[in-house]
């Protein structure tokens, strides 16, 4: 489970990347704002744990319409040999733990270089600027670091550049402030703890900090119309400076490939195709991008589109003596009885329907017997013989998995396990407020009969906590693979 869903973030993440890129390329043709692709990309792998997480939510997000066409996924059960699924239990332990060092480690990294730009900054001096206060260090920035109130750093050897210069580094970073692009680095930052082991979003946040120094760039041309001068003084603060040692800083200069598109972005020419490209570039970042929130996680939503037909409800009915008809000769053996092929005593099974209860009236009748008037129990709220949505907020619980798990093993027929016959079976499953099961359907067959009525058999031991919306129990139908298979 968590090994194929770690696998399906990546997935998510690759076509999150291709998406940005032709947004970041239709955007800058347009001259608008590039960083919050990227910020988009890196928030959509969290946001794909969360749409496993609440199935029912994304579903219905996805298309409203169908809201009650869609009922409740829970994990499901594979059989084998003895020693089957033992070894994927050992890789989504690893993979567990693995995730959860790699978050430790990610968190012990910004809080180690938070409490270093606390330590530095005590021995900064503080000095004012063209109308702006700014700490001079001995070799940190020019940068922005800071959240709640944003602060600019500039090394001292910045303070002796030319007038003009100098004015375009202070802009820069002014600007940095004014589009919050700190508080911007930090719920990136926050992102990429969630799934630090991604290399992807490690190559994601490169990308965010270069658009947002190009953004950065083409609001303060905006302001000092000369790309030239502009240009040089990115490449003499750039052969000055010391590569930043802190994520949580926006820098004026970075790295060589940074600059280098930032310098192309400045001198690039527009032509009367730039923009008809870049709407055409943003279009197909749009359609990769409903293919990124399209992936489907492990645990998504079974969807309703070509239901099966529900099997033959099966009803408890006694042993009726049937009358022999007057004028023939009785049959040999004994007197038939009408009785169900397949007779549950579990006290999970459905009560019989109104048309079993007619017709074993009739039945009573023929044989002389006196019918009492039978009072009907008050029963809790029904859902209907359908599967559908019904709202809630804490999923039912499965509670006997053990035992479950010692019927796939009984159930699974010999034969079939013995020719090697797997089949995987999706059983739709109604529990009403008790958490007590009321109904099983088959949603997807196996394509062996033999195995669905397994399944069916398998689900009908299954014991559940009930499903509560806020404070109050409700009944709920649940989605269940049931799998059979022979390794």
Known sequence: MIASLALQMVIVSVAATGAALAAEAGLRRMRLATRWTWLAALALPPLFVLASLLPPLTALLRNPTTAAMVVVPLEGFTVGTAASGGWRELVDAGVAVAWGIAVAAMLMVLLRGHLQLRRERRGWSRTSLIGGTVYASLDRGPAVGGLGRPWIVIPAWVLRLPPRELRMVLVHEGEHVRAGDPRLLAGALALLTLTPWNQISWWQLRRLRAAMEIDCDRRVLAQERDPRRY?????????????????????????????????????????????????????????????????????????????????????????????????????????????????????????????????????????????????????????????????????????????????????????????????????????????????????????????????????????????????????????????FQRR
């Open 231 to 483: 240009g040089n003084t990115l490449l003499t603060v750039a052969a000055q400076i010391t590569p930043e040692r802190s994520l949580g800083l926006a820098a004026f200069s970075e790295s060589t490939h940074s600059l280098h598109s930032r310098i192309v972005a400045m001198t690039t020419r527009r032509s009367r195709w730039t923009t008809p490209v870049g709407v055409l570039l943003l279009t197909l970042s749009v359609l990769v991008g409903i293919q990124a929130c399209g992936i489907y996680g492990p645990t998504e939503p079974t969807r309703m589109e070509s239901a099966a037909a529900p099997p033959t409800p099966i009803v408890r009915t006694e042993p009726v003596a049937v009358p022999p008809t007057p004028g023939a000769s009785p049959a040999p053996g004994p007197a038939p009885t009408a009785t169900s092929p397949d007779v549950e005593t579990t006290p999970t099974e459905p009560p019989p329907s109104a048309d079993s209860g007619v017709r074993d009236a009739v039945e009573a009748l023929r044989g002389g017997a006196e019918v009492e008037p039978e009072i009907e129990p008050e029963r809790p709220r029904d859902i209907g013989g359908t599967p559908i949505f019904t709202p809630f907020t804490v999923a039912p619980n499965l509670l006997n998995r053990y035992v479950v798990g010692a019927a796939l093993e009984r159930e699974y027929p010999a034969l079939l396990r013995d020719a090697g016959v797997s089949g995987r079976t999706i059983v739709w499953i109604k529990i009403d407020e008790r958490g007590v099961l009321q109904d099983v359907q088959i949603n997807q067959s196996s394509g062996h009969p033999a195995l669905d009525a397994a399944a069916i058999r398998v689900a009908r031991t299954m014991e559940f906590s009930p499903a509560l919306n806020r404070d109050q129990v409700v009944p709920v139908w649940v989605s269940i693979p049931i799998q």
